[in-house]
């Protein structure tokens, strides 16, 4: 494993020794490692959802230009969706009922 060396603020020299001091790790290099691991999904996160919002806003201009457009305002398009989701929140089975007994 190569090594590299890094300058930190005192916060996070603070915040790296008391994660070693809580034995959730071996040492400073696993927080380390540990924290840069966070930092690549959380790109990979990111990008993921850059790449769907370019699709969806890429089907909604062509559905635009094909004249495939809605005359309801966001407003009324808004409460058809919370009353779709009131309406499917209402007929969810529900589990049984438990009691407590005292």
């Known amino acids: 494993m190569r ?3 890094v ?3 005192d916060e996070f020299v603070d915040f790296v020794e008391r994660e ?3 034995g959730e790790y071996a040492s400073a290099s696993e927080v380390v490692r540990d924290g840069l691991r966070l930092l690549q999904r959380e790109k990979a996160a990111y990008h993921e959802k850059i790449l ?3 699709r ?3 089907i909604g201009v062509a559905q ?3 004249g495939c457009l809605s005359t309801r305002s966001v407003a009324e398009i808004i409460a058809e969706l919370d009353a779709e989701n009131e309406h499917s929140a209402l007929n969810r089975p529900q589990g049984p009922k438990r009691s407590i007994n005292q």
């Open 20 to 22: 070693v001091a809580s």
């Open 3 to 5: 090594k590299l060396n």
């Open 64 to 66: 635009a230009r094909s």
């Open 7 to 9: 300058s930190l603020s």
């Open 56 to 58: 969806e806003v890429g």
């Open 52 to 54: 769907i919002l370019r």
